[in-house]
């Protein structure tokens, strides 16, 4: 469809404002978090009801036009990256919180309501909403959901799947389907769970009710540095055998901690090679108690330095560090590419040492956080764009780093989804039964493949090309994890 | 294992080549929970496939077969002082885990903790078509593909004969204690959703008889303080009232009555139903032992009112649907869903909804 009959057919139902396709209105949508994916769209669609939305599911189904959904655009996978021929959905608008019930602990809002804003918004109540992803202050609650945002405390309070109760999901012909309820379960197949994380690919949530959960009364940090990462790592395994899950639990890597060091003069131990933050959060008494077990296990790990955060001040600057690594990278290097694999614990070394081989064969540094209660790797390698071929080779190391985290018995994406950029690399991950199955599930949901196409799922021709080979069910993911 | 892998296998390619039905079953321990199956179907007994597949309690993860006993799970995990935190209803001392997860029930600590299907991480499953598939993993944090393993937990096998199951675990708290105390109906639902929404260690909570029951779960310090907010009297043998609550085998389950389970938003005041109610999660799930024929539609008329759904969960004689009605876009999807994963309508058909 042309772009003047689209935009035609839009307007009979949107205001002007809220229908863009002049290139230069175009351009802050044609890209997401990963700026090394861009496209402009055909056009916009600003709706700010849902009424609107259905009509312009309704055209896009009617006329064959892919349909991307777009929350604040803070995703670090492409999964919003537009469609040529498309019109790119942008529930920016909808960011009204519905109601709040403080005594069933439920929040009902719209999808662009910021994931912070909830918690601001149920604070006079002593509640917040748990998953708290870095880009909290921007992200929004439909992306969340899309993409099932986890954090750093998810550890112990879950990511987005067990955060929600309810979706208003519109399916792309427009038709209203109410997934999960007020309740604690519903009748038939848990939806729910299916659509969380299902990137924009099922359905275009128009409405979620989340559940909010009490503010802790207290929460302590603890700060260990370790002169080895294998020692680090099993600092991580001894807290969580002594029976205690941390609120939080987030490791950094030496080049890490020099870099937001220099940044932040957070105090932060140079000479270490692994710095462990571990978090205690609730009841007073039990953080206390928590804490100094905490405290004890680290020592008895082999920590070099350790420091409990006396002050809510100082829990809060020993974070600052953690918190500023993406800024660190940014100030370190002209550009960084933010990788997200998930691995069993105890390969944690292991993984980590090939990272750094691979550091070395590509040339380009790579700094490592590390949600190390889940598992959760975030290396980011730093690379410059303006360098010719630089990004290509940091795209290399990246699916290299990926495919590390599939033979260590772990995924490709913990958090962040996989969009765009690890399209390739679910080839490797799945074989061609589950890949069929997962295209099945959208044929179930959109038969005509119009909700964001092209993402989160290759299709089995791309895999075949790429002569990837499928790891099967991680077989000898132990036994074949490199070793350098 | 692989024999038995391999006879699954040739059992469900040949029901699928002759789109001849199968009943999947376990341990029979949940035989009576959803809608019956015709007695011809040919039955696919899991228990032979079973066996723990991996456990690292460092790791918060365990996998194990389909057909192993939920007993077995439940004492090697009490060994490591770690549990299954969704604390799940057994009915039997044969439940398999299989079993556990496809029927998708929990039992007192979900409000606190969450449900079957939080927990789970990875299966791997046969199609209907025999294909043996891996979804999710064994990891935490796993966004790689649709969630297709949280989709089997309360799928009654409709979607695939379950093989392996990785579940996260959790620590057990070192100490428990059992709080009672006096309250009416609308008094207790206000309490109980009150109390969750301050921090407190309250790990499961119910209401029968004019009583509130609450138990208290975490570190000594915390339940002491909690103990000393709260109030109430301290119940001696804490653990074997809610292990009652859990298999049902408290006083208010033994009614020959059919008992209804309804799941509603937790605040919603008393329900005006015909019948006895015991009240559980937080105000979020109310039992109903009521006999009268002519109140079904009654009840899913309520339940749906109270923002939840009502399952007929012990039909004790009352010829009814087991689940609560699905409305026209759910059906359609349900049945879209289904028709991917078992085009022949071989894996427990009926079990759900009499449409597959």
Known sequence: MSVHKLVNRLRAFLPVEAVLYEPEDLRPYECDGLSAYRQMPLVVALPRTEEQIVSILKLCYETQTPVVARGAGTGLSGGALPHAQGVLLSLGKMKQIIAIDPLARTARVQPGVRNLAISEAAKPYGLYYAPDPSSQIACSIGGNVAENSGGVHCLKYGLTVHNIMKLRVLTIAGALLEIGGESLDSAGFDLLALMTGSEGMLGIVTEVTVKLIPIPEKAQLVMAAFDDVQKAGNAVANVIGAGIIPAGMEMMDKITIHAVEEFLHAGYDLNAEAILLCESDGAAEEVADEIARIHAIMQQSGAINISTSQTEAERLSFWAGRKAAFPAAGRVSPDYYCMDGTIPRKHLADVLQGIEHLSRQYGLRCMNVFHAGDGNLHPLILYDANQPGELEKTEEFGGKILEMCIRAGGTITGEHGVGMEKINQMCTQFGTGELEMFHAVKAAFDPQGLLNPGKAVPTLHRCAELGAMHVHRGEEKFADLPRF | ?356
């Not at chain 2, 299966?123 to 796993?142: C, I, P, T, W, Y």
């Not at chain 2, 093989?163 to 009416?184: F, G, H, W």
């Open chain 2, 1 to 356: 294992m692989q024999i038995i892998l391999d006879q699954f296998k040739a059992t469900v390619a040949k029901a699928y080549a002759q789109k001849t039905p199968l009943r999947i079953g376990g341990g029979g321990t949940k035989h009576f929970y959803g809608n019956a199956v015709p007695q011809t179907h040919v039955l696919l007994d899991t228990r032979p496939y079973h066996g723990i597949v991996a456990y690292e309690p460092t790791e918060l993860v365990i996998t194990a077969r389909a057909g192993t006993q939920l007993a077995d799970v439940q004492a090697l995990l009490d060994r490591h002082g770690q549990m299954l935190a969704f604390e799940p209803p057994f009915f039997g001392e044969s439940a398999t885990l299989g079993g556990c997860i496809a029927a998708g029930l929990s039992g007192p600590r979900r409000a606190a903790a969450g449900a079957v299907r939080d927990f789970v991480l990875g299966v791997r499953l046969l199609s209907g078509k025999a294909e043996d598939l891996s979804f999710g993993g064994q990891v935490m944090k796993n966004v790689a593909g649709y969630d297709v393993s949280r989709l089997m937990a309360g799928a009654m096998g409709t979607l695939g004969l379950l093989l392996e199951i990785s579940l996260k675990v959790l620590p057990k708290p070192p100490v428990e204690l059992t709080l009672r105390m006096a309250m009416d109906q609308a008094s207790a639902i206000e309490a109980m959703n009150r109390w969750a929404g301050r921090p407190l260690p309250i790990s499961a909570t119910c209401f029968t008889d004019g009583m509130l029951t609450i138990r208290l779960s975490g570190a000594e310090s915390a339940v002491e303080a909690a103990h000393a907010k709260l109030g109430g009297e301290e119940l001696d043998d804490g653990a074997a009232f809610w292990q009652s609550i859990r298999e049902q085998t408290h006083d208010f389950f033994q009614s020959p009555q059919p008992l209804w389970r309804l799941a509603v938003k937790s605040v919603y005041a008393p329900m005006s139903l015909p019948g006895n109610a015991l009240i559980e999660w937080q105000g979020g799930l109310r039992w109903l032992s009521c006999d009268d024929p002519e109140a079904v539609e009654r009840i899913r008329k309520s339940a749906k009112e109270a923002g939840g759904h009502a399952t007929l969960f012990r039909r004790n004689g009352l010829a009814a649907a087991a689940f609560h009605p699905l409305d026209d876009g759910m059906m359609r999807i349900h049945r879209a869903l289904k028709e991917k994963f078992d085009p022949a309508g071989i894996l427990n058909p009926g079990r759900l909804y009499p449409e597959f």
